[in-house]
């Protein structure tokens, strides 16, 4: 990905993108993930305009932004949910819309994915949940599965719960289950949907530390979606800030934290006065 | 004005026209998958095929009895009474029941039932997201979800044909006993006029009757969006396309039939 130097604004002239200066810090590691240009609509509404964003090798990088500005949209086009109307989204170096059908199945298998609200299959009990990627994409055997989960479950604190179905569990033990099953496979990427969203701040915490635990064990490109700054300051080694579709700064953690973009600094420090309003 | 009469007519027809191109994908998808291996969809099958069953069974009974008991039942045996001619009843549900009732309740019962049970359950998936996880967890829910759908469906509507006809001539059977009359001339005319192409002509329509049910109301649930709100839209629209092209199919298939068998045209 390219370096753009910083404060030469990419789009000048256009109003409506005052504060983005478009500047991509450099990371310590590769990218493992590329937006090149995406532009994204659904009918009228231009979500994504222009993004140009990379997510780094090895590090827990997050994409904050306000809410509607197409966060979760990213996420659809990382794994091929959805394609971009113009530009390229790569992954480890394949082209996701180019992908035949099949390809993209494969390509998956690397991907764990976290989504808004767990995404739990309503037919399944919980334990058959977290299950499922391993009996439909290893040869282990139940008692080597049976093993996996109830450790994965018992990490997020569900060991007692992995009988009950979808709908007997909070939306908090949903978000949880499903983060179970997101890192069952030891996937290389791992794709959270705000994880934050509707669990009280301890567990917030707790989730944020078993983020960065499982992290420091596995390894590989984690990307987590939020609008939740105290979360950013805990795990956060990569931050992206994405605002109108396209990302205003972009770099590590620390070197964001201490940005002049007024934008930035506001969105950092969740200050009520600055160039982000109501609107 | 005029203009935006244009924009207004232009939109909706648009839409409706990319809707029905991705169901013909989605038709070309489903059968493409169902025919390559593997074939991961047998349990599901079975499920949908006993859920289809379970559902529709009853709803079909009541439904053929009484339309076939009142339409050309009571309604064809008085204007036959005019002519002193009820034995012809007979074969006058061949052309009412057999070629045209009989599949058309069951499509109606199977898509009205059925069929939007299947679009709540997927927009339901949809809308909470598990149709996106099973994609990211490598699952296709075309081959794991259309599929079994799409041949459960052709086989359960298919079969409730022939039930349906069962159910719809007992209801002609009242009717001639409602109006006094023995059952002899009835038997006569309706095997009289009753052929081999008749029988498959309406099993092989209301087969895909079932394919189409399937096809509408699998895309309907497979692309809602916006909630419970957006999962009522989804099978409301669902019904009324389902029906819209079973009853365009419907006059497709008739003519085409009576132009390639015209022997069947000949009433006797």
């Known amino acids: ?279 | 004005m005029v203009r935006s009469v244009a924009e207004r007519a232009y939109l909706p027809t648009r839409n409706l026209l990319e809707e029905i191109g991705d169901m013909m994908i989605l038709t070309g998808r489903t059968i493409s998958s169902a025919l390559r291996p593997p074939y991961p969809y047998g349990g599901e099958f079975v499920s949908q095929f006993l859920f289809a069953l379970r559902l529709c069974w009853f709803p079909l009974l009541i439904s053929t009895v009484c339309i076939c008991y009142a339409a050309p039942g009571l309604q064809a045996a008085n204007f036959l009474t005019i002519f002193g001619a009820l034995d012809r009843l007979g074969g006058f549900f061949v052309l009412g029941a057999v070629r045209e009732i009989g599949p058309s309740v069951t499509a109606i019962v199977v898509a009205g039932v059925a069929g939007t049970a299947i679009t709540a359950d997927l927009g339901a998936r949809k809308v909470r997201e598990e149709l996106d996880a099973l994609q990211v967890l490598g699952v296709d829910p075309v081959k794991n979800l259309v599929v079994p759908r799409f041949l459960a469906l052709m086989v359960v509507t298919g079969l409730f044909d022939i039930y349906a006809l069962l159910f719809g001539i007992f209801g002609g059977i009242i009717a001639e006993l409602v109006n006094s009359q023995p059952l002899g001339p009835f038997w006569n005319t309706l095997f009289a006029n009753a052929s081999t192409t008749d029988l498959w002509g309406s099993v092989l329509k209301t087969t895909i009757y079932g394919a189409i049910i399937a096809i509408v109301c699998c895309y309907k649930g497979m692309s809602a969006s916006g909630g419970a709100e957006g999962v009522g839209r989804a099978v409301n629209e669902a019904v009324v396309l389902a029906f819209t092209a079973i009853f365009s199919f419907d006059y497709v298939f008739t003519q085409t039939l009576l132009a390639t068998h015209p022997q069947i045209l000949v009433i006797k």
């Open chain 1, 1 to 279: 990905m390219a370096v753009t130097e910083p404060g030469k604004p990419p789009h000048e002239g256009e109003e409506e993108f005052p504060f983005h200066s478009g500047e991509i810090r450099p990371s310590s590691s590769p990218d493992a993930i590329e937006f090149v240009d995406v532009h994204k609509s659904f009918g009228r509404n231009h979500v994504l305009r222009g993004l140009n964003m990379a997510l780094p090798e090895d590090q827990i990088s997050m994409i904050l932004g306000p809410s509607g500005t197409g966060k979760s949209v990213c996420i659809k086009h990382i794994v091929g949910l959805l394609y971009p109307d113009e530009g390229d989204v790569i992954v480890h170096g394949h082209s996701i819309p180019s992908l035949r059908d099949a390809d993209l199945f494969d390509l998956r298998k690397k991907f764990g994915v976290l989504f808004q609200d767990g995404a739990l299959f309503g037919s399944m009990n919980l334990y058959d949940n977290v299950a499922f990627p391993l009996r439909q994409h290893t040869e282990k055997g139940e008692e080597e599965i049976a093993e996996i989960v109830n450790l994965r479950l018992s990490e997020v604190g569900l060991s007692a719960a992995n009988e009950k179905m979808p709908n007997e569990l909070s939306g908090g033990m949903r978000k949880r289950a499903g983060f179970a099953r997101a890192l069952v496979l030891e996937p290389d990427i791992v794709l959270f949907d705000e994880p934050d969203s509707g669990l009280d701040p301890v567990r917030t915490a707790l989730l944020c530390e078993l983020i960065k635990e499982v992290h420091a064990e596995n390894g590989g490109c984690y990307v987590v979606i939020t609008h939740d700054i105290m979360s950013a300051r805990r795990v956060a080694e990569h931050i992206s800030v994405l605002w109108k579709g396209r990302i205003v700064e972009s770099g590590p953690a620390e070197e964001l934290f201490a940005s002049e973009n007024p934008f930035v600094r506001q969105f950092l420090s969740g200050e009520s006065a600055g160039p982000l309003g109501m609107e």
